[in-house]
């Protein structure tokens, strides 16, 4: 095939580690556009980059010069990076933006990632939370809203416009080489703080693996929502251990001890919000996701810790 | 991590490790199952559980080859003692039975995910929070469960009510018929007279976020507790109405009280 005749995806986040990892799987069989919000990404020469918020108009002109067939939605301004309201602005009402572009110049397929933090974490959360479990993170705090809404607005658009065949996917922790989310800036850490007599079961999958699952969800396109995660689980103060922290423990009582203590720390790694993730367990099944795309990990935990393990050996983390 | 490495060194025997190593339990790569059951952990409970089970209650049990080798399973009992100590007399028992070794998870109180520390141990033995979806999941993957479908009305019940079966939920057999599971029921004695409980403290239990508070012996006392595993009962559905589910629970009910009367006629007293 010529690369004329390759048909064009759009990929958002384009800089990200997860991105880059998705690119180079479909770069020899799809013309890949990409677009970032932090800055004009560099990849193989020829590949059409572009530095662009969504909300901004300049954004349209990319659908109009290209004949996008596919978007891959991995752009998501990042927990740490900002208020919660400029992440509303960001994630959720660019998402909207770009599926109305996306509507609007005929694009026909949509992959769009979500988090398993919409779930919410509580003591009373089941273990295996299937796709069809209420979504209750906006009830711990402001800060997540913006990941539940995403994803509200996601299924709207999912059965209001069939047409764009819209996959959500859920990710467990993503890990690994380049990851820089709050979980993988926390492994990366000597220190990891912990709560005192809580440690939450907690799964974990390598980027390469969730890049092969993005792949695979766009090439076989089954529109849905989907959890992505292996059939592995660890405690969390089991993996912090494993990827070589030193345990920083942490009073767990009284309730409102560890949020004041996080907002003193002031940790990119650690932040106040996601205090409850370190505490109750968020285990999700990923079966769906599995039987319907004939899908398996290939990366063990033990690859994703030994990561972290070996880069403090070396100094490099 | 180390605690756990140091204390299955000093603890867990030979013949403890090979017992455990026989139950077919599926976990991940470090030991654990979605729920936070740990192999290591659990034989490290169960080598502390042995002399509480076979010195301190000196359990003696009937019935455990009524246990099937596999397959999905719903262990339903009278609940009786103030503390959960039943639960971990069946798991113990099932563990080592000589017929078919079962590691069996019990269900716990809303309160104890929230507790420190107990929590994360009650999950890393096999016990998990007290949930429908939680349970169905299990039996999905062939676990064996132990309900006691009276609760916190049966555990915390006075002296006054010893023996006295309490109202049953329903959501148990609901289960069994969806999930198309056999139930075993059982009848426990003796443990009844491990905490004899004259009245509760409501008030500061409220206070203390506990479900009860009762006014009892400091320790469990060291009463001859029976286990009787009756034979399975396979319920066929579907179940119409709350009144078909009530009956078929109290045909259940029926047969855990026989079992628990035969075992209070051929015990000596409370001790022996």
């Given at each position: 095939?010529?690369?004329?005749?390759?048909?064009?995806?759009?990929?958002?986040?384009?800089?990200g580690?997860?991105?880059?990892?998705?690119?180079?799987?479909?770069?020899?069989?799809?013309?890949?556009?990409?677009?970032?919000?932090?800055?004009?990404?560099?990849?193989?020469?020829g590949?059409?980059?572009?530095?662009?918020?969504?909300?901004?108009?300049?954004?349209?002109?990319?659908?109009?010069?290209?004949?996008?067939?596919?978007?891959?939605?991995?752009?998501?301004?990042?927990?740490?990076?900002?208020?919660?309201?400029?992440?509303?602005?960001?994630?959720?009402?660019?998402?909207?933006?770009?599926?109305?572009?996306?509507?609007?110049?005929?694009?026909?397929?949509?992959?769009?990632?979500?988090?398993?933090?919409?779930?919410?974490?509580?003591?009373?959360?089941?273990?295996?939370?299937?796709?069809?479990?209420?979504?209750?993170?906006?009830?711990?705090?402001?800060?997540?809203?913006?990941?539940?809404?995403?994803e509200?607005?996601?299924?709207?658009?999912?059965?209001?416009?069939?047409?764009?065949?819209?996959?959500?996917?859920?990710?467990?922790?993503?890990?690994?080489?380049?990851?820089?989310?709050?979980?993988?800036?926390?492994?990366?850490?000597?220190?990891?703080?912990v709560?005192?007599?809580?440690?939450?079961?907690?799964?974990?999958?390598?980027?390469?693996?969730?890049?092969?699952?993005?792949?695979?969800?766009?090439?076989?396109?089954?529109?849905?929502?989907?959890?992505?995660?292996?059939?592995?689980?660890?405690?969390?103060?089991?993996?912090?251990?494993?990827?070589?922290?030193?345990?920083?423990?942490?009073?767990s009582?009284?309730?409102?001890?560890?949020?004041?203590?996080?907002?003193?720390?002031?940790l990119?790694?650690?932040?106040?919000?996601?205090?409850?993730?370190?505490?109750?367990?968020?285990?999700?099944?990923?079966?769906?996701?599995?039987?319907?795309?004939?899908?398996?990990?290939?990366?063990?935990?033990?690859?994703?810790f030994?990561?972290?393990?070996?880069?403090?050996?070396?100094?490099?983390? | 991590?180390?605690?756990?490495?140091f204390?299955?060194r000093?603890?867990?025997?030979?013949?403890?490790?090979?017992?455990?190593?026989?139950?077919?339990?599926?976990?991940g790569?470090?030991?654990?199952?979605?729920?936070?059951?740990?192999?290591?952990?659990?034989?490290?409970?169960?080598?502390?559980?042995?002399?509480?089970?076979?010195?301190?209650?000196?359990?003696?049990?009937?019935?455990?080859?009524?246990?099937?080798?596999?397959?999905?399973?719903?262990?339903?009992?009278?609940?009786?003692?103030?503390?959960?100590?039943?639960?971990?007399?069946?798991?113990?028992?099932?563990?080592?039975?000589?017929?078919?070794?079962?590691?069996?998870?019990?269900?716990?109180?809303?309160?104890?995910?929230?507790?420190?520390?107990?929590?994360?141990?009650?999950?890393?033995?096999?016990?998990?929070?007290?949930?429908?979806?939680?349970?169905?999941?299990?039996?999905?993957?062939?676990?064996?469960?132990?309900?006691?479908?009276?609760?916190?009305?049966?555990?915390?019940?006075?002296?006054?009510?010893?023996?006295?079966?309490?109202?049953?939920?329903?959501?148990f057999?609901?289960?069994?018929?969806?999930?198309?599971?056999?139930?075993?029921?059982?009848?426990?004695?003796?443990?009844?007279?491990?905490?004899?409980?004259?009245?509760?403290?409501?008030?500061?239990?409220?206070?203390?976020?506990m479900?009860?508070?009762?006014?009892?012996?400091?320790?469990?006392?060291?009463?001859?507790?029976?286990?009787?595993?009756?034979?399975?009962?396979?319920?066929?559905?579907?179940?119409?109405?709350?009144?078909?589910?009530?009956?078929?629970?109290?045909?259940?009910?029926?047969?855990?009280?026989?079992?628990?009367?035969?075992?209070?006629?051929?015990?000596?007293?409370?001790?022996?």
């Amino acid at each position: 095939m010529s690369e004329v005749e390759k048909p064009e995806v759009l990929i958002t986040g384009a800089g990200g580690a997860l991105a880059q990892n998705v690119i180079n799987q479909l770069k020899e069989q799809y013309r890949v556009v990409l677009v970032d919000f932090r800055r004009r990404v560099q990849f193989d020469e020829g590949m059409s980059s572009y530095r662009v918020e969504y909300n901004k108009r300049g954004f349209e002109d990319i659908f109009r010069k290209h004949d996008i067939q596919a978007v891959i939605h991995l752009g998501r301004m990042g927990l740490y990076e900002s208020t919660h309201r400029n992440r509303y602005n960001h994630n959720v009402l660019g998402t909207q933006r770009l599926l109305d572009l996306c509507h609007k110049y005929d694009v026909h397929q949509v992959i769009v990632l979500s988090t398993f933090f919409v779930y919410g974490a509580s003591p009373y959360n089941s273990a295996l939370i299937s796709e069809d479990q209420p979504l209750k993170a906006s009830e711990l705090t402001m800060d997540l809203v913006d990941s539940v809404e995403l994803e509200n607005l996601a299924n709207i658009y999912l059965w209001k416009y069939p047409e764009l065949n819209i996959t959500i996917l859920r990710p467990c922790n993503i890990a690994g080489p380049g990851v820089l989310n709050s979980m993988s800036l926390l492994l990366s850490n000597s220190l990891a703080p912990v709560l005192i007599g809580f440690s939450p079961m907690m799964q974990f999958m390598h980027v390469e693996d969730i890049a092969s699952a993005i792949v695979v969800a766009f090439k076989e396109n089954h529109p849905g929502i989907y959890n992505v995660a292996s059939d592995d689980w660890i405690s969390y103060q089991e993996a912090v251990v494993q990827c070589g922290c030193t345990r920083l423990l942490i009073p767990s009582a009284p309730e409102g001890v560890p949020l004041r203590i996080s907002k003193m720390l002031g940790l990119k790694a650690w932040p106040s919000y996601l205090i409850n993730y370190y505490k109750y367990p968020v285990v999700i099944d990923g079966s769906l996701f599995n039987k319907t795309f004939n899908y398996k990990p290939k990366r063990s935990l033990d690859d994703i810790f030994s990561y972290y393990r070996e880069k403090k050996a070396l100094g490099i983390l | 991590m180390k605690i756990r490495s140091f204390l299955k060194r000093r603890l867990v025997s030979k013949e403890t490790e090979a017992v455990v190593d026989k139950i077919p339990k599926p976990v991940g790569s470090f030991g654990y199952d979605a729920w936070g059951f740990n192999t290591e952990a659990y034989k490290i409970g169960i080598s502390l559980f042995r002399p509480i089970y076979e010195k301190y209650f000196r359990v003696e049990v009937t019935g455990l080859e009524n246990i099937p080798e596999d397959g999905r399973l719903l262990l339903i009992a009278n609940h009786s003692g103030q503390l959960p100590i039943d639960g971990a007399l069946i798991g113990y028992a099932l563990a080592t039975s000589p017929h078919a070794p079962r590691a069996v998870r019990a269900m716990i109180e809303r309160f104890f995910p929230k507790a420190p520390f107990i929590g994360n141990i009650l999950n890393e033995v096999g016990a998990v929070l007290g949930d429908p979806v939680n349970c169905a999941k299990m039996l999905d993957r062939e676990e064996a469960i132990v309900v006691f479908p009276e609760g916190i009305r049966g555990s915390g019940k006075p002296w006054s009510q010893r023996y006295k079966l309490q109202r049953f939920g329903l959501g148990f057999m609901h289960l069994a018929v969806q999930t198309n599971t056999p139930i075993i029921p059982v009848g426990i004695v003796g443990c009844e007279e491990t905490m004899p409980t004259l009245f509760h403290l409501n008030g500061l239990a409220k206070l203390l976020g506990m479900p009860y508070l009762p006014v009892t012996s400091p320790i469990p006392l060291p009463a001859k507790v029976h286990l009787h595993f009756g034979k399975p009962m396979v319920f066929e559905g579907p179940i119409e109405t709350e009144d078909d589910a009530a009956i078929n629970v109290e045909r259940v009910k029926d047969e855990i009280n026989t079992l628990i009367q035969s075992g209070l006629e051929a015990r000596n007293g409370w001790f022996s």
